[in-house]
């Protein structure tokens, strides 16, 4: 980037950062650099970055380290998150792990929110308790954290809103609670994307997203990014060393691709979702729209509060006399795709069960619900597609 101006806004910030310095002709995103051997004149010049590698600093030294491509999209990453650090991962649930094994040891408790992405759980149960770690998931509210805390508890990890029935919860609220008791807090803000929540603004130490949705938003990527602030940096960067963890270069190329667009895209998503979750909330045949973008959620006050705007993934509920027809109206749906993940310019649509993964409080909701992700297709075809499907399954009921 050349010099010159010294601050920049958002949307110029997503064009700019993890370029390529000046001077030389350069292309315009930083290249692909695939390494494994990173080659230097001397040992000794060997030796020396090896040592400034261990005190944690960004250097070019063996692939599994990451290559400047690597940590051009760290870069980037870090300033979209308004961070200080940032490490990339192969897939959003390493990176959700690298957090859970660097922040937790034998005889730690940790606090895990009730609606976090589910397979966090298994990793709970199946690898950590077994080795020494007591777990309790909270109720997605403050009063829920105050319920389960205790002094040993080393780490809080929050995802607001929940990505299956987005329950939206107060980050400055759960770090006030965090800060008081001596314990990092954790945010998933794959939902947000990075850019309508900024968590380590509102006193999270670290930010965890799944890049492989919005970021790569081609749905044909998998990464994951934590980024940090303070000392939450160290022992992350240990134990993803530890470990090996490192994501393809060719993949972080793919990801600083998608960064210039993001806004552009999450604009368009944003606007779309808000339209389909508008038009949902007037029918008779839908018993509630979980979208915190919508005056009357539950969640809404803190949502206009902290967030700058809304993704397109949101979930409704059909009336009670239809709800166990939710599987025949995704079935019905033409335009949008039956699959895991989301993010990508396509939309997708699946029933969802949170009763059963409840742990915390019970989950008070009809028993499925139905979750959207609005792509970016025309809006009225969505909205005329969601139409015969009501009319499909209306004539069920
Ligand atoms: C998809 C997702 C993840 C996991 O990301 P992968 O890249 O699919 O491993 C984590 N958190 C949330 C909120 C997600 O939606």
New binding site residues.
Partial sequence: MRQGLKTMREKTLLVQSGRPAGGIPHSVNPPVVRASTVLFPTVEAMQETRRRRETGEQVFSYGVRGTPTTHALEDAVTALEQGERTLIYP????A?SAVLLSHARPGDHIAVIDTV?PPVRQLCSSYLVPRGVEVSYFAPSPEGLKAVLRPQTSLILA?TPG?GSFEVVDIPALAAIAQKNGSRLAV?N??AAGFFLKPLTQGADISIQ?A??YICGHSDT???TVTVRGDAFTPLFETTTMLGLCASPTDCYDALKGLRTLEVRLRRHEQSALQVAGWLAQRADVSEVYHPALEDSPGHSIWRRDFTGSSGLFAFALSPQLVEHSAAFVNALAHFGIGA??GGFESLALPVKPGPIRAAAPWAGPDTIIRLHIGLEDTQDLIEDLDQAFSRIGALA
């Fill in positions: 897939s959003g649930l390493a959700l992405y995802e990505s998933d794959t939902w799944a492989t949705k998998m990464l994951g993940s989301w």
